[in-house]
Nanobody, 127 residues
């Protein structure tokens, strides 16, 4: 059973917006750090954004800062990634991830810091 399930991907024109959702499947990730990563064809998976359980701490890749917003609704046990001003270079499969790590920016940006992953959702931005 996949521990996390992403939704909300799709095809959008450049300049448009999408909101991705990530919800646990069969368990809770209370007090876990959660993040979003993406992987474009032929490229390595890269960090997008991360947040603590409370939402007090957030961190973004420079490439999405000011355009993307990560948030959590703990009552719904769901994490979101609001993506605005989308660019063709944002095209990728987007994955959510979770782990019970301490909040350190050097840790949250690394794929190896996360033990729980979703299967991904495709985001395609046309020019």
């Amino acid at each position: 059973q996949v521990p996390l399930v992403e939704s909300g991907g799709g095809l959008v024109q450049a300049g448009g917006s999408l909101r991705l959702s990530c919800a646990p499947s069969g368990r809770t990730f209370r007090n876990y750090v959660m993040g979003w990563f993406r992987q474009a064809p032929g490229k390595e998976r890269e960090f997008v954004a991360a947040t603590t359980w409370s939402g007090t701490n957030t961190y973004y890749a420079d490439s999405v800062k000011g355009r993307f917003t990560i948030s959590r609704d703990n009552a719904k046990n769901t994490m979101y990634l609001q993506m605005n001003s989308l660019k063709p270079e944002d095209t990728a499969v987007y994955y959510c991830a979770a782990d019970s790590m301490l909040w350190r920016t050097t840790l949250v940006v690394s794929t190896t810091s996360y033990n729980y992953w979703g299967q991904g959702t495709q985001v395609t931005v046309s020019s």
